[in-house]
C-alpha cells in the first residue's frame, strides 16, 4: 500500500522497528528489565476497561475505552519518543486528541491541571508488588498542555492495537516531554485546581520535576541530555530542545526558567 501522505504533525524520520518498539520498554509494573514487559505483559487482560474521569468537570463519568474509540476515531501520529535515559524512538502511535476527550467532559474554570491514574491491580501487574516505585503511577499536566493538539490518548501503535507492554489499552503520549510523562495503562483521569504529584518526582525528587520537557542543556544526574542514541543507530545525535517541537510548544513555558522547572 502506499504510504499515506504526512500530516502537520508527523515527523519525516525513519520508524522504529516493531521488534525495537515492543522489546525495548520501560514499564516497572512488569519488571525492571528492558525485555521484561513484553514477556510479563504477554497475558495481560485488557478487556473490559473502563476510565473514570472526575474531579473538575461538568461531566464526571466512567467510560469504557471501546466507547471512547467510538467517540474519537484514531487517527495515526508519527512521533519522536524521547526517554530521559538519553536513547529515542521514532513511534506511529494511532490515538485520538486529549483535547477532544477534555471538551467534551467540560472542565470548570477553576481546573488547572490534568491528573492521570495508572492502574493498580498487583496480581495484573506483578511488579507493583515491589517498591522500586510508589504505587499507583500516577502523571500530571497543566491544562493548557493537556489541550495541546499534539497531546494524544494513544490506542494503537504501527497500525496495530496498542501492544500490552507499550500501555494497552489507553496510554498518554506527550511527545516533547520524557516518555515517563508519557503514563501507560490509564484508569482515571483528574482535573484539579492545584499540581498534581507525579511518580517519579515523589521517588526522586533531585532529580525528576514536574514538566519534564526535553532540555540538552539541563541534565538528568546520571545522564546527559546533550545527546541522544536513537535505537538502531550506533552514532549519538544531538538532542532537539523540546524533542523538535518547539515550534509547537514553546510559547507554553514563555517567561518560565527551564532550568528550575525542570
Not at 31 to 36: I, R, T
Not at 97 to 116: D, H, K, M
Not at 151 to 176: D, E, F, K, S
Request: glycine residues 6%.
Amino acid at each position: 500500500a502506499r504510504p499515506r501522505p504526512l500530516g502537520p504533525y508527523d515527523t519525516s524520520e525513519p520508524i522504529t522497528p516493531w521488534r525495537d518498539a515492543t522489546t525495548y520498554n520501560n514499564y516497572y509494573e512488569f519488571g525492571l528489565g528492558k525485555d521484561d514487559p513484553a514477556r510479563e505483559a504477554a497475558d495481560f487482560r485488557t478487556r473490559p476497561w473502563t476510565v473514570v474521569v472526575d474531579g473538575l468537570v461538568r461531566r464526571p463519568q466512567r467510560i469504557d475505552v471501546d466507547t471512547l474509540t467510538r467517540w474519537f476515531p484514531p487517527e495515526e501520529r508519527i512521533y519522536r519518543m524521547r526517554c530521559v535515559e538519553a536513547w529515542s524512538m521514532v513511534m506511529p502511535w494511532s490515538g485520538f486528541e486529549l483535547g477532544a476527550l477534555i471538551r467534551r467532559v467540560e472542565p470548570l474554570s477553576t481546573a488547572r491541571y490534568v491528573a492521570f491514574t495508572a492502574l493498580h491491580d498487583p496480581e495484573r501487574m506483578p511488579g507493583q508488588l515491589s517498591d522500586v516505585l510508589p504505587w499507583p503511577y500516577v502523571e500530571g499536566l497543566r491544562l493548557d498542555e493537556a489541550l495541546h493538539p499534539l497531546t494524544l490518548l494513544a490506542t494503537g501503535l504501527q497500525g496495530r492495537p496498542l501492544p500490552n507492554q507499550n500501555g494497552a489499552p489507553l496510554r498518554l503520549v506527550v511527545p516533547w516531554k520524557y516518555g515517563f510523562k508519557s503514563i501507560k495503562a490509564v484508569a482515571r483521569i483528574t482535573f484539579t485546581r492545584e499540581m498534581p504529584p507525579t511518580t517519579w518526582s515523589l521517588a526522586a525528587p533531585d532529580e525528576y520535576g514536574f514538566y519534564a520537557n526535553v532540555n540538552p542543556a539541563v541534565d538528568h544526574p546520571r545522564w546527559s541530555q546533550a545527546t541522544e542514541r536513537r535505537i538502531g543507530d550506533f552514532a549519538r545525535r544531538p538532542t532537539l530542545p523540546f524533542n523538535g517541537y518547539a515550534d509547537q510548544v514553546a510559547s507554553l513555558y514563555a517567561g518560565m526558567d527551564l532550568r528550575r522547572n525542570f
